[in-house]
């Protein structure tokens, strides 16, 4: 699969190599289909992420969770989409 989405999003033209290197290897991981497997496994990868002293602004997540939602169905991901604006919303208060 190609990445230039990542390597030529206008949005991460500033972003760190070690970054880009996480985007990267997060990008060609084997990640769940499933709506109930996928938070865990975004959460699993922002505390690697964490380990390594790799903070995400929310842009950045944001991307990360759409590489997820690529292989799901629109039902999925709009009930990813509903997750992802909770913890939003539940890090704001």
Do not use: C, W
Request: charged share 30%; aromatic share 6%; hydrophobic share 40%.
């Amino acid at each position: 699969m190609e990445y230039d989405f990542l390597t030529n999003n206008p949005m991460l033209k500033n972003i760190s190599p070690e970054k880009l290197e996480f985007l990267m290897n997060f990008a060609s991981a084997e990640k769940p289909n499933d709506i109930k497997d996928m938070m865990p496994f975004l959460l699993g990868t922002m505390n690697s992420a964490k380990k390594q002293n790799i903070q995400f602004s929310d842009p950045e997540t944001e991307l990360l969770v759409n590489i997820l939602k690529q292989n799901m169905s629109p039902e999925e991901a709009a009930k990813a989409d509903k997750i992802i604006k909770l913890m939003k919303d539940r890090r704001r208060h």
